[in-house]
């Protein structure tokens, strides 16, 4: 009877206590509640959520953080979460009090539950507490991810599903961190939030932005993707990450892509301009609906999220009949604009810039004066574009050396291995591949004996000149003793960095014993390069076999600084022969992650048949189609039976094709396949063929040659060696039709090339014969105006030069 009253008097009292704690914090929601360590474990069996910082001895660093502790209280509150400083009493030994290592810690409780524990490093602002709380409790619903196949893991499974938000932010416990944390809190149910700090992910699906400072977020449409081979439309917060931008960004994508109405505009309200957006109303009729449809989702995605578009069936309102588009504003005394616009990019073009766009107009040439204003965001030259975006990057160029005439012998008469970059200051192309060359510099800082350097052949051009240097940028190794290897690669950072590194070992590599050609050829001796070269070749010669030596180490030498070659020459040479069973001379293949090693019988082969023999057996006989091989496979000249691949190649396809080619079934063509996800221009491609992405794997034959034309293999049919005999026998037939025939047409820049012959004369550009496009219009100019012309520019150049001694 007594231990029931006992018990009773304790649950009164733990009653009273948490009533009175939890009405405290009511009542102080935005202060700290202090309380010693029996108060707070006693009332620990709620299964609230509290964030806890136990204290012994306050140090002026802890003051700090307890005054931002109290500041977070308010906030934190508002989610449900109580912030706490229990008070440890001297000699008090708990888990949490007596530890010194524990008053660097702050604790996140459910109940009595540790979910998580904080340094105080970490929670070094208010936003910083509220942001990693925040982040603790939501870990279930919000994913952090840092790599591309993260996300395209999360993409796939969400699509028909619902939609993502991926949100960018600079480092976790910032501001931005903060409000998407708030903003998960309330809307982590109606998306899939994904949340990353590595720039390199936004650079690898595309989503990168050069205004990207703070933070981004990105919304993904991905519920109404239905086809697992598309991707899903994205569209991005042009504002700041705060809690009321996100908010607004998220009811938008809500919002109705795109709504059809009967009613007068004037009478019209929308959630774009109750968020203060206009709202654009795009005027159909009957005859017109389809095309006026596709017109208006063109406009709608590529305005989503700046204004509201509207369809509007136009047959029975009374609107001016010279109107197609009409332009509602969110400010009510604001009159509706009527307007008369042509395209799809007038109407994307008026919202976007505030202002009426003149589009009906022929287009007209750009002069010299307007090349300066050009706004280089918006050509289709990516190298221009390159060098404007990165025009204010500060290069680190102190690791690179700027030659002159003067010391450029010396330089490479005293180095044992120099690398040069000639280049032109002046030249787009040179430019943008200088942020590469540092690149490289960067990554082999402090490896000895490899000195970088530069020269700019705009100021010395008699150095380039001789050094036979006439086109730009060209990399050329020097080394001691030897001749100067030229850089023929594609113009990128990784490329460049892979021919430098195999050139740090003398190709071709003599091997003296059957031990050292063994470890070569198992990936042992340079194992550090077999990153770069996945293949090695060792050539076996009998040591009479002196020509055909001499023709291997000549197309050994070609081949530096793109694979690994060897030779073995000794008087063993036999035992190699018959352990790999080839008859001499022969060459050895070493593909290291196959693990296997193929042979090639070499007789009467001069230097350039080795080098076409080992190009052909590293390509393979079904081989994988990059931006950097496609100009290899083009100079062949042959149609290209291309199977189109979302990621690596499985062992079902790869036999089909396999035994089609070992066969001679596709000796008139290039049998090879594209890998979308390592090549994503592939992409591209396949919807300037089908206008569309169809459903991969797909098989087109692409003829750019002779008649121009792609085939597609049948997309109802299976991909197997009956079905591509079939089908090619129709297409020699004529019986397929093609899907597309490509056009002939000289591919030209959209906009003219810069005058830099103007920029370096003196004198004012004579217009009217530098701008002339045609031959044609220069027969027209009067001999009179071209003398008249010529003696201006002689007595201006005249007065210069009188002016200047």
């Known amino acids: 009877m007594m231990s029931s009253r006992l018990n009773i008097w304790i649950y009164s009292i733990s009653f009273i206590l948490i009533c009175v704690f939890y009405k405290s914090i009511a009542i102080n929601k935005n202060t700290l509640m202090e309380l010693s360590l029996q108060e707070y474990f006693s009332i620990l069996q709620t299964g609230k959520t509290s964030l806890v910082y136990f204290s012994q001895d306050v140090s002026l660093d802890i003051t700090v953080f307890l005054e931002e502790l109290r500041k977070a209280a308010g906030p934190l509150h508002n989610y449900g979460i109580a912030v706490v400083k229990v008070n440890c009493a001297k000699g008090e030994v708990s888990r ?9 810690k702050a604790y996140l409780f459910r109940g009595n539950l540790l979910l998580r524990e904080f340094p105080t490093d970490a929670l070094f602002d208010v936003n910083a507490i509220i942001a990693n709380a925040l982040f603790a409790l939501l870990f279930n619903e919000i994913k952090y991810i840092t790599s591309v196949e993260d996300f395209e893991n999360i993409e796939n499974a969400m699509k028909g599903k619902t939609n993502i938000a991926l949100i960018y932010v600079r480092a976790i416990g910032t501001p931005e961190h903060r409000a998407v944390m708030e903003t998960a809190f309330v809307h982590g149910t109606a998306y899939q939030f994904v949340l990353t700090t590595e720039t390199a992910l936004l650079e690898g699906i595309g989503a990168a932005n050069s205004d990207m400072l703070s933070g981004s977020f990105f919304f993904f449409h991905c519920k109404l993707v239905l086809d697992l081979t598309q991707k899903c439309q994205k569209t991005l917060l042009e504002q700041p990450l705060t809690v009321l931008n996100i908010h607004r960004f998220l009811k938008l994508m809500d919002a109705p892509l795109l709504t059809e109405i009967t009613e007068d505009p004037e009478k019209v309200s929308t959630i774009h301009l109750q968020l203060g957006l206009p709202l654009v109303f795009i005027l159909s009729q009957q005859t017109t609906y389809e095309a006026d449809k596709k017109i208006a989702e063109i406009v709608a995605w590529r305005l989503l999220g700046k204004a509201g578009i509207t369809l509007l069936d136009s047959s029975d309102l009374n609107i001016p009949a010279h109107a197609n588009v009409i332009i509602k504003r969110p400010k009510a005394e604001i009159p509706i604009d009527y307007l008369v616009l042509h395209d799809a990019n007038s109407i994307i073009s008026l919202v976007e810039n505030n202002t009426p766009v003149q589009n009906n107009e022929a287009a007209k040439e750009y002069e010299d004066s307007e090349m300066e204003t050009l706004n280089l965001d918006i050509q289709d030259d990516q190298v221009v574009e390159t060098v404007y975006r990165d025009r204010k990057r500060n290069l680190p160029s102190e690791l690179i050396i700027e030659l002159t005439e003067e010391t450029f012998n010396s330089i490479i008469m005293n180095t044992s291995s120099s690398i040069i970059l000639f280049y032109a200051n002046w030249e787009a192309v040179s430019l943008a591949f200088l942020q590469s060359y540092v690149d490289v510099a960067v990554k082999l800082k402090g490896i000895s004996n490899m000195l970088f350097t530069s020269i700019n052949c705009g100021d010395w051009s008699n150095v380039c000149t001789k050094q036979n240097v006439t086109e730009y940028p060209i990399v050329k190794i020097f080394k001691e003793g030897e001749k100067p290897i030229i850089y023929t690669g594609m113009l990128g950072a990784d490329y460049l960095l892979k021919f ?71 008087d063993d040479a036999l035992i190699l022969s018959k352990k790999y069973a080839v008859t001499l001379p022969a060459l050895l293949l070493a593909r290291h992650k196959e693990e296997k090693i193929d042979s090639i019988l070499l007789s009467n082969s001069d230097a350039k048949d080795i080098v076409q023999i080992i190009k052909s057996t590293m390509s393979g006989i079904f081989p994988e189609i990059t931006v950097e091989n496609l100009p290899v496979y083009l100079k062949l000249k042959k149609p290209l039976l291309i199977l189109f691949k979302d990621g690596n190649l499985n062992h079902k396809d790869e036999k089909e094709m396999l035994t089609l080619v070992k066969q001679k079934h596709l000796e008139t063509l290039i049998p090879c396949w594209l890998n979308l996800k390592t090549t994503p221009v592939g992409r591209g491609i396949l919807k300037a063929y089908f206008k569309h992405l169809p459903p991969l794997p797909v098989l087109v034959l692409v003829d750019l040659h002779s008649r121009g034309q792609v085939t597609s293999f049948p997309l109802d049919q ?17 019986l397929e039709s093609p899907l597309k025939t490509l056009s002939d047409e000289e591919w030209k820049p959209p906009l003219p090339a810069y005058n830099f012959l103007s920029r370096m004369d003196a004198t004012v550009p004579y217009r009217e014969i530098a701008h002339f496009p045609t031959e044609n219009k220069i027969e027209c100019a009067k001999a009179s105006d071209l003398q008249q012309h010529n003696k201006g520019r002689s007595e201006d150049k005249s007065a210069i030069r009188k002016k200047a001694t």
Request: net charge negative; with cysteine; hydrophobic share 35%.
């Open 96 to 104: 949490y009090c007596g530890k010194e290592n524990n008053l660097t």
């Open 500 to 570: 430098i590194r195999l050139n740090r070992i003398s190709c071709p590599v003599k091997i003296v014993t059957i031990e050292e050609a063994e470890k070569y050829l198992n990936g042992e001796l340079y194992k550090e390069l077999t990153s770069y070269s996945s293949v090695s070749i060792l050539a076996i010669f009998s040591s009479n076999m002196t020509e055909e030596k001499e023709n291997f180490i000549e197309a050994g030498n070609s081949l530096k600084g793109f694979i690994i070659t060897g030779f073995y020459s000794e």
């Open 718 to 734: 299976t991909i197997n060696k009956k079905n591509i005999l079939l089908w090619l026998q129709r297409l020699e037939g004529g």
